[in-house]
C-alpha cells in the first residue's frame, strides 16, 4: 500500500470510527479524495481495505458504504469478541508484565475520574480501548490481537459509550476495577470470565441502537 493510500486509508477510517459518516452512508470518491487531500485511485485501494476489515461495505451499483450492522450481525460480533478476547485474558493473567498492570490501574482511574455528568464518551473510548488493547497485547499472540482490532473497531462505529446511562457507565468502570484485580490475582479464570461479562453487558445498549428505541433499564 503507497503512502497516499495509507494516508486515505487512516483519514477515512478515523472519521468511520469517530461518527463522522452515519451508517449506510454511501462514502463518495470525490468527497473523500478532498477530506484525505490525494487523488481517487489511492480512495480506492484505501476503501478496497476498509471493506476487508468490515468497516466498508460495497453495494451493486452504488458503491462503498459505511457498513450498517443487522442486529443479528452485531450480536454475533459481540459473542466472538467475547471469546476470544476472554481467551486473551486468560492467557495475559499468566503473562502479563509488572508495568502493564500499572497501566491498566492507571486507566482505570482516569476512567473514575471523568465528569458522570459530562460530555465524555470520546475520552472513556480512548481509555478503554487502551486498556482492551493492553490485555490483548499481553497474551503474546499476535493473531488474536489483529482479530480483536477488527473486531473492535467494527462495533466501535456505533460509539456505544455516548448511549450509556450513567449507571451502565458505572458498572463498565466497576468492571475494569474487577478485571484488574483478576489479572494481579493471575487468575485466568476469573479474567477470562470478567472480560467476557464486561463485553457482553454491552450488547443491549447496541441493540436498543439498531432497533431505534431506548436502551433498557439495567
Given amino acids: 500500500m503507497g503512502k497516499a493510500a495509507e494516508t486515505a486509508y487512516a483519514v477515512i477510517r478515523k472519521r468511520i470510527l469517530a461518527g463522522d459518516f452515519s451508517r449506510g452512508e454511501r462514502l463518495r470518491e470525490e468527497e473523500l479524495a478532498q477530506i484525505a487531500g490525494v487523488s481517487r485511485t489511492p480512495i ?7 471493506d476487508a476489515e468490515g468497516l466498508v461495505e460495497f453495494l451493486p451499483n452504488r458503491g462503498a458504504s459505511v457498513t450498517a450492522w443487522t442486529e443479528q ?3 454475533d460480533l459481540y459473542e466472538a469478541r467475547a471469546l476470544i478476547e476472554g481467551y486473551a485474558a486468560g492467557k495475559a493473567a499468566t503473562r502479563i508484565a509488572p508495568d502493564a498492570l500499572d497501566r491498566l490501574s492507571e486507566l482505570a482511574d482516569e476512567m473514575h475520574e471523568l465528569d458522570p455528568g459530562g460530555d465524555t464518551a470520546d475520552e472513556m473510548t480512548r481509555l478503554n480501548s487502551e486498556f482492551h488493547r493492553i490485555i490483548t497485547a499481553a497474551c503474546g499472540n499476535s493473531h488474536i490481537e ?4 477488527g473486531i473492535t473497531d467494527a462495533s466501535l462505529v456505533y460509539r456505544t459509550f455516548r448511549h450509556y446511562t450513567p449507571d451502565r457507565l458505572m458498572a463498565s468502570k466497576f468492571h475494569h476495577d474487577e478485571i484488574l484485580a483478576a489479572l494481579r490475582a493471575r487468575d485466568g479464570a476469573w479474567a477470562s470470565a470478567m472480560i467476557r ?6 450488547r443491549p445498549t447496541i441493540q436498543s441502537l439498531i432497533r431505534g428505541g431506548p436502551e433498557p433499564p439495567n
Fill in 73 to 75: 450481525e452485531l450480536d
Fill in 44 to 50: 480506492r485501494e484505501a476503501l478496497r481495505r476498509l
Fill in 146 to 149: 489483529s482479530l480483536v482490532r
Fill in 197 to 202: 461479562a464486561h463485553i457482553l453487558a454491552a
